[in-house]
Nanobody, 126 residues
Framework: EVQLVESGGGLVQAGGSLRLSCAASGFTSEKYAIGWFREAPGKRREAVACISTADGSTYVSDSVKGRFAISRASAKDTVYLQMSSLKSEDTAVYYC???????????????????WGEGTLVTVSS
């Protein structure tokens, strides 16, 4: 059973930084894609970033490009979302998601993913 556990959310002042972690386990293959999504109050869920262990492809949304970066720990099944220069509009619940069955690449991201974590709240105060 795939499990995705987010951590690292919290309260931060505008202009600050946070690093979110997504601990992934249970994938039957070592090749999979992990995506970060966020959902702000009253808004639709938005794709933020993606990284693939299958082909090394990555994706970062234009809305956060230059401020957010996605990476993966080489020794562990952990994906990070480094967020810098945070703005109040970055306030949201951040989810990591992965594909056990679907696409394993980020080349055609964003797309809906099969497995989801519970989310971690990021609040940016202005």
């Amino acid at each position: 059973e795939v499990q995705l556990v987010e951590s690292g959310g919290g309260l931060v002042q505008a202009g600050g930084s946070l690093r979110l972690s997504c601990a992934a386990s249970g994938f039957t293959s070592e090749k999979y894609a992990i995506g970060w999504f966020r959902e702000a109050p009253g808004k639709r869920r938005e794709a933020v970033a993606c990284i693939s262990t299958a082909d090394g492809s990555t994706y970062v949304s234009d809305s956060v490009k230059g401020r957010f970066a996605i990476s993966r720990a080489s020794a562990k099944d952990t994906v990070y979302l480094q967020m810098s220069s945070l703005k109040s509009e970055d306030t949201a619940v951040y989810y990591c998601a992965g594909n056990e069955i679907g696409s394993k690449t980020c080349v055609n991201f964003p797309y809906y993913m099969d497995e989801w974590g519970e989310g971690t709240l990021v609040t940016v105060s202005s």
